[in-house]
């Protein structure tokens, strides 16, 4: 079983990232799914999730209107399309199988996204 994210990079203040997180050995439609990132010295934040049963979507404040998570059931995937970047959004972002990552029973080692201002 393993989850793998794609689609990091470095981008400018203002461009956008697709985020992937592809599962393995797993379906990840049996799941909620969230994605989460990590910036150093800060504390990990939620940042989006989708739900199993009812494709419930949630997102975090920071990131409401920018960010479009979604599920492709054919591909056994699940996207985080990611506009107006900040350098504020900067961070290690992974997916884990819960919309509570320590709930999770599998998660990613995630993907880097750097925005420069």
């Known amino acids: 079983v393993e989850l793998v994210e794609s689609g990091g990079g470095s981008v400018q203040s203002g461009g956008s990232l697709r985020l992937s997180c592809s599962a393995s050995?797993?379906?990840?439609?049996?799941?909620?799914v969230g994605w989460f990132r990590q910036a150093p010295g800060k504390r990990r934040e939620d940042v989006s999730c989708?739900?199993?049963?009812?494709?419930?979507?949630i997102y975090a404040d920071s990131v409401k209107g920018r960010f479009t998570i979604s599920f492709d059931y054919g591909k056994n995937a699940v996207y985080l399309q990611m506009n107006n970047l900040s350098p504020e959004d900067t961070g290690v972002y992974f997916c884990a199988t819960d919309c509570t990552v320590g709930r999770a029973k599998y998660r990613g080692r995630g993907t880097q996204v750097t925005v420069s201002s």
């Open positions: 050995g797993l379906e990840l439609g049996a799941y909620a």
């Open positions: 989708i739900g199993d049963s009812d494709g419930h979507l």
